[in-house]
């Protein structure tokens, strides 16, 4: 029986991860992590019945303390608690389904405490995949991507042909404003931006897909993950959300993996791999699929993809201030603090005015992500 435990389990990524673990009934949950959705995690605990619970919020999770008291559990709080999740004893896997740069610190704990990664927070890459990388190849842990069109890649990817990879072709639907101007997104809305044409997810990951920046910090995710440069990944629109991703070999050969728009599947592949299992569902109707068309993206329109290669060119704390201040301005826009188009103008200021540290550790990327957050606060 696989052993396994959940950062972010009251999210999106983290209810999915468990509805597996509840059809498969061979995945024992060790450890759970949450924000501050105690009456989710609640039941999650009495479902699941982990050793260990943590709550991101200290007075939630002594709230969740006295509501579980009759459970032999511990509950544990604050970034130690999150620490203490990761590393949990029994647990093979940890499954990082937490939002934003939070992620760093509970990976490298899980590494070091040998566990595999089952990675759907993609933060942790994009701002420190150097460290990550070499850290999980020196423990001899297993990086499995969870995100659909990473999980397409590797996927794409078995046989052991890496070596022969020419480049990536990363999909991407467009979201719910593909094929308009600049001009005509001045007055969207939060809610126009939470309609999402193909995908059920959280609101910050909807709004990224929006704005194409979502698709940006894949592009510098996959750099890390499959040890290419960014210009070995090509970014295409597929409306359809049909074809997840593809590889290109040196050979002229195109790989790709196909399927419906359901996370569960790259979720169970990461839990089980190498094994594939049956996972009830939807299945693709090719007698029905009258097309899948193909588009080159409007880095213009969608400048915050443009911003994503060149952050991803240049390395260093960069990326950190591209995912750090998308951050806060998407969560401004969720707010109604600022208009949509801000999002990307507010990234491109902060890359801006940024001295880049080239190798930075982990206190520095921390400091950056600080830095940009004061940057935007005083501007805007």
Not at 76 to 82: A, E, R, T, W, Y
Not at 147 to 153: C, L, P, R
Request: proline share 4%.
């Amino acid at each position: 029986m696989k052993k396994i435990a959940v950062l972010g389990s009251t999210g999106s990524i983290g209810t999915q991860t468990l509805e597996i673990v509840r059809t498969n009934g061979d995945i024992k949950v060790t450890a759970l992590a949450a924000g501050s959705n105690i009456e989710l995690l609640e039941e999650q605990i009495r479902e699941f019945r982990p050793k260990l619970a943590a709550v991101w919020n200290e007075e939630k999770a002594s709230e969740l303390k006295t509501r579980v008291r009759d459970l032999d559990i511990k509950i544990v709080s604050g970034m130690d608690g999150l620490l203490e999740a990761a590393s949990e004893p029994e647990a093979e896997i940890l499954v990082t389904a937490i939002v934003g740069m939070i992620g760093i610190l509970p990976t490298i704990e899980a590494i070091k405490a040998g566990k595999h990664i089952a990675l759907a927070n993609k933060e942790t890459l994009v701002t420190a995949g150097h460290i990550i990388m070499p850290l999980a190849e020196e423990n001899h842990v297993s990086i499995l991507p969870v995100d659909s069109e990473h999980s397409a890649i590797f996927q794409s990817l078995q046989g052991g042909q890496e070596k022969a990879l020419h480049k990536i072709l990363l999909t991407a639907s467009g979201g719910p404003f593909w094929g308009r101007r600049r001009e005509e997104l001045e007055n969207v809305q939060v809610e126009d931006a939470l309609k999402h044409p193909n995908w059920a997810m959280g609101r910050k990951i909807t709004i990224d897909s929006s704005t194409m920046v979502n698709k940006g910090l894949e592009v510098i995710e996959a750099k890390w993950l499959f040890g290419v440069s960014v210009d070995q990944i090509q970014v295409v629109i597929q409306p359809q959300s049909i074809i997840h991703s593809m590889v290109e070999y040196v050979d002229g050969a195109v790989i790709a993996q196909l399927g419906t728009p359901d996370m569960k599947l790259p979720i169970q592949y990461a839990l089980y791999y190498p094994q594939r299992r049956f996972l009830p569902g939807d299945r693709l109707d090719f007698s029905a699929l009258s097309q899948i068309t193909f588009e080159q993206p409007d880095m213009e329109t969608f400048c915050g993809l443009k911003l994503a290669y060149e952050a991803g060119r240049a390395g260093g704390t960069l990326p950190t201030v591209f995912n750090a201040a998308n951050e806060l301005a998407v969560a401004m826009f969720l707010e109604r603090k600022i208009r949509y188009l801000e999002i990307p103008e507010i990234i491109g200021a902060c890359m801006e005015v940024h001295k880049n540290i080239e190798f930075p550790d982990v206190e520095q990327i921390l400091k950056t992500e600080q830095e940009t957050y004061e940057f935007i606060k005083n501007r805007w």
